[in-house]
């Protein structure tokens, strides 16, 4: 297929005769050219026989039993939507087949939306209808960056009919990648090439300076709101801090404010390459303003937050971040009971670092402690640190699969 294809491919396997330990047929959708450099990065649609839309097919064997394999045909067919597009400054719009009329039933729509180098792709939906009788296995909407590789987090947010409300997506690169999947409604959304200023209304995510990890440009203003649920608070850590430094942060900094506006009362000025503290706002909003002046640039930031009714815990998704104990490097206060939930890329090790752990307890652990499970609860089992936690000043670490 030429590379700027946007067809359906129909793939129909007539044999497929394989050992599924050893020898597996992959099958990932993706939207070509970008499929040909980063095939690892995309879904795995199945591990043998399916009808699937853009293709690539990858076929491994190992080296002990041979068996007959497979044969396959395929042809293209006109696709309805999808395709892969380039957001600019001008917001563009993307709609499913014969919007905004019914389209046919069944219909899967993909995009993937790249923005200009540094930039990226903000997508706000301007009408989805979906039945909340729908199952959302088979009705959704899906955001998702593109690639999911190691310099991003991934982000991955799916609606379905009991979602009234889909907030604004930003994504973390410049790629993104949208699907959607119903059996007999619509969807229109606009998207565009996006500043650093946005409001991210979310329970939990995650946020970098622009241009993350090269240095930042000069001249930035970014006004960021966190937006968390109502009735949570909202805990931000920062994951690294590296900003021209000033003794009063007059040139480049960071300010943190708690509430939705600038002038929200002022939690901190940063600036420097020293890692700010944890912020335990105790609201659901804090308003983030970035300012870079002419000259002299560093790395940035990267910053994790995450929310719930408790005011501490909450879930932290992506591959790599940090959270700390409520009022930390304060003391937590009596009575505290927090619950993180660490969700990762599918198919990584988590690995859990302690850089400090002071916790005390009279005796026996039971009623001060600190517990990891393995797995996405706490009736999973439990596994390291490998030290009495709820005693020990000494560092340690320990890891999940
Ligand atoms: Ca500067």
Request: hydrophobic share 30%; with cysteine; proline share 8%.
């Amino acid at each position: 297929m030429p590379p700027t294809a946007q067809w359906t491919v129909r793939l129909n396997l007539h044999k497929l005769e394989c050992s599924i330990i050893s020898n597996t047929l992959y099958i990932y959708t993706c939207i070509l050219p970008f499929c040909r450099s980063m095939m690892a990065n995309y879904p795995l649609v199945g591990t043998f026989c399916e009808d699937v839309v853009p293709a690539l097919v990858h076929f491994i064997s190992d080296g002990t039993v041979q068996r007959r394999g497979f044969n396959a045909t395929y042809s293209t067919v006109d696709s309805l939507c999808g395709g892969a597009f380039n957001a600019t400054a001008s917001s563009q719009t993307i709609t499913s087949p014969y919007y905004p009329n019914a389209y046919p039933p069944f219909t899967s729509c993909r995009w993937v939306l790249d923005a200009p180098s540094r930039e990226v792709v903000k997508v706000s939906v301007q009408q989805f209808h979906l039945d909340s009788s729908q199952s959302c296995a088979s009705n959704f909407l899906e955001f998702k960056d593109f690639p999911v590789v190691r310099a991003n987090y991934g982000q991955a947010h799916k609606f379905c009919g009991i979602d009234s409300h889909v907030p604004d997506f930003n994504s973390y690169g410049r790629t993104m990648h949208i699907t959607f999947k119903s059996e007999c409604v619509y969807m229109s959304a606009r998207y565009v090439s996006a500043g650093c200023s946005r409001v991210y209304e979310q329970e939990y995510g995650y946020l970098k300076s622009p241009g993350w990890p090269d240095i930042y440009p000069h001249n930035l203003e970014c006004s960021i709101v966190l937006q968390a649920p109502q009735n949570t608070a909202i805990s931000l850590f920062f994951t690294s801090f590296d900003v021209e430094n000033h003794p009063s942060c007059n040139y480049d900094y960071l300010e943190v404010r708690n509430g939705s506006t600038a002038t929200s009362p002022l939690l901190g000025k940063h600036c420097g390459s020293t890692l700010p503290n944890p912020v335990f706002p105790g609201s659901n909003q804090l308003f983030l303003y970035f300012k870079s002046d002419f000259t002299i640039a560093r790395n940035g930031f990267e910053i994790t937050w995450t929310s719930s009714p408790q005011g501490c815990g909450g879930v932290l998704y992506g591959d790599h971040g940090s959270f700390a104990s409520p009022n930390y490097p304060g003391t937590y206060a009596n009575g505290t009971s927090c619950e993180w939930g660490i969700r990762a890329p599918s198919g990584r090790v988590v690995t859990v670092t302690f850089n400090q752990i002071s916790i005390d307890d009279p005796g026996d652990c039971e009623n001060n402690y600190l517990k990891l499970y393995d797995g996405p609860d706490a009736n999973s089992p439990v596994v390291g640190p490998f030290f009495k936690p709820c005693v020990s000043d000494s560092p340690g670490a320990a890891e999940k699969k």
